[in-house]
């Protein structure tokens, strides 16, 4: 089975996206406003806490703490418009 790229890159932007980079060169937006004002991620509602997003070395994941990640083989297949991995 192949391996998904890892991101190697992630920058935030206004409005819930974020810009992210990937060992493959993809490279692109990505919304994440779908996910805003739920739950845990209501968190980012607290004073720009958004805006400290990160890749967590460990696993590879989008994060913002420790508790806070999102997967980023889905943001990748978001990406690459894509929806099945071969």
């Given at each position: 089975m192949k391996s998904f790229p890892i991101p190697t890159f992630v920058n935030p932007l206004d409005d819930f996206k974020i810009y992210l980079e990937y060992s493959d060169n993809t490279k692109g937006v990505v919304d994440l406003i779908h996910l805003a004002h739920k739950g845990v991620l209501k968190k980012w509602?607290?004073?720009n806490s958004f805006?400290?997003?990160f890749i967590n070395k460990e696993n590879n994941a989008i994060a913002w703490d420790d508790?806070?990640?999102i997967c980023?083989?889905?943001q990748y297949l978001k990406l690459v418009n894509n929806?099945?991995?071969a």
């Open positions: 509602d607290e004073n805006d400290s997003v508790e806070l990640e980023p083989d889905t929806t099945k991995w």
